[in-house]
Nanobody, 116 residues
Framework: QVHVVESGGGLVQAGGSLRLSCAAS????????MSWYRQAPGKQRELVAT???????NYADSVRGRFTISRDNAKTAVYLVMNSLKPEDTAVYYC??????????WGQGTQVTVSS
């Protein structure tokens, strides 16, 4: 019902910045929240940031103050501005979309690599 596509990943040096984008299409009227997750090699997928339909946000302690999540006016796209990147931020970043009807939708992921 909802198709999710991420973009914006790449290779950056420590201290640099990246802007990730997530676009949702399909039954977008059913979206209740959109989030960014990440998964590093050998580690479990973790929540990075989330935003709901009224604009409330939540951040992981490890990224608070460095990352900012936002959405467009149609609430069909979310962005993650990542500043002061660290090698520990290296991971595949996934966009997650929650539908009020129950299902969760995932994007294909975008690789972020931070070199020291």
């Amino acid at each position: 019902q909802v198709h999710v596509v991420e973009s914006g990943g790449g290779l950056v040096q420590a201290g640099g910045s990246l802007r990730l984008s997530c676009a949702a299409s399909g039954s977008t009227s059913s979206i209740s929240s959109m989030s960014w997750y990440r998964q590093a090699p050998g580690k479990q997928r973790e929540l990075v940031a989330t935003i709901n339909r009224i604009g409330s946000t939540n951040y992981a302690d490890s990224v608070r103050g460095r990352f900012t999540i936002s959405r467009d006016n149609a609430k069909t796209a979310v962005y993650l501005v990542m500043n002061s990147l660290k090698p520990e931020d290296t991971a595949v970043y996934y966009c997650n979309v929650v539908s009020w009807a129950g299902p969760l939708y995932w994007g294909q992921g975008t690789q972020v690599t931070v070199s020291s």
